[in-house]
């Protein structure tokens, strides 16, 4: 959930290993042919996350379960809520990736946005329903006026769900729905930047009606692009060290750089909707969940300051999933209840 917890000193690094390139051999079938060099670059932790990484295989996690509901019934629909004034480019790109979490196989080449979600689905609940693999886009709210204006603590996030139900434009739906809130580049979130890039929590009766799980991601860029856009920019302490920050795959630092966060709260919010479910760590108020654990990880060999083997397209730009529409996206890895490790679908071995 990304929650709070003290930001830690940002230890500075000296690297004096030069970056590892590894090229993707013939037999690593999971790449397609074309798609070319591996590369495992070595870069700065990301800045919020690294009290929290586990990297590699671990007995010290113990990720529970709570004995809590998982989105388990299918589809699961996502409510948009657009807070602010979004590019109509942007918001494709973003519904692209959440189109991607269920596409047919057929239509996009492994490693996939599908293929990295199956890591959620293999949560299940104390009836052995699993998490769904089926989720969809299924209504949308443009909050163009910035109808609680452009500062927005975590309960007032929770008034813009309301207005958006109360006004009808988007249907209460308990049985399937999840509300995502995506504020515009110029919306002050309360923690946003200092300690979050997103978070998700359920909606409370009193400031909602209803108790309805959601999920808030900001766009980073006029604000902190290296904490949250991570690894498409990178803190600036770092930049005389000749480690660069990677290009991004669809060429939007600041969107493709909320892709991987939307990634990281819808896994957590199905695996964990009401906080009762899956998490690791004793204290409830700042559980540690399936994306907190692989923060910053993106490939085989993560860790220490890489972020793991990733793909490179021939323009340089670093994706580690195909998605819907030829699109590529660069996403952390999950936390698997089956390897009790980070998995994704980009796995070397
Ligand atoms: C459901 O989760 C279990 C336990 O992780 C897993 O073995 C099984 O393959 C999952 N089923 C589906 C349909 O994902």
Redesign the pocket.
């Known amino acids: 959930m990304s929650p709070l917890h003290p930001l830690l000193p940002l230890s500075i690094l000296v690297i004096l290993s030069i970056d590892i390139v590894a090229t993707a051999s013939s037999s690593s079938s999971r790449f397609r042919p074309g798609s070319a060099v591996v590369d495992n670059p070595k870069l700065p932790p990301p800045p919020l996350s690294s009290s929290k990484r586990f990297e590699g295989s671990s007995d010290l996690v113990h990720l529970r379960y709570h004995m809590g509901p998982v989105l388990s019934s299918s589809p699961i629909k996502i409510y948009l809520i657009w807070y602010g004034k979004w590019a109509l480019s942007q918001k494709i790109l973003i519904k692209d990736f959440l189109s991607s979490i269920s596409a047919d196989p057929g239509t996009t080449p492994s490693p996939s946005v599908a293929e990295w979600w199956?890591t959620a689905?293999?949560?299940?609940d104390q009836t052995?329903?699993?998490?769904s693999?089926s989720v969809v886009i299924a209504g949308e709210y443009s909050d163009l006026r910035y109808s609680l204006g452009t500062h927005l603590t975590r309960l007032s996030i929770q008034q813009v769900i309301a207005s958006a139900v109360k006004s009808a434009p988007l249907p209460v739906d308990h049985r399937n729905g999840i509300y995502l809130v995506l504020t515009s580049g110029e919306v002050i979130v309360q923690d946003f930047c200092r300690a979050v890039c997103g978070f998700h929590y359920f909606t409370f009766p009193s400031m909602v009606g209803y108790t309805l799980p959601y999920a808030w991601v900001g766009n980073s860029g006029k604000q902190c692009p290296e904490v949250c856009a991570y690894p498409f920019a990178i803190p600036g302490y770092m930049g005389g060290g000749g480690t660069a920050a990677l290009s991004p795959p669809n060429g939007d630092v600041e969107v493709d750089g909320m892709i991987s966060v939307i990634g990281h709260e819808l896994a957590e919010l199905s695996s964990n909707p009401l906080v009762n479910a899956w998490y690791a760590g004793e204290d409830p108020t700042a559980p540690t969940e399936i994306g907190d654990l692989c923060e910053g990880l993106y490939g085989s060999g993560g860790g220490g300051g890489y972020i793991g083997a990733v793909m490179k397209d021939k323009e340089g730009r670093s994706y580690n999933l195909n998605g819907k529409n030829g699109r590529r996206f660069l996403v952390q890895w999950l936390w698997?209840?089956?390897l009790k490790a980070c998995a994704g679908p980009n796995a070397l071995d």
């Open positions: 199956r689905s293999l949560y299940t052995g329903a699993n998490v693999r698997s209840p089956v």
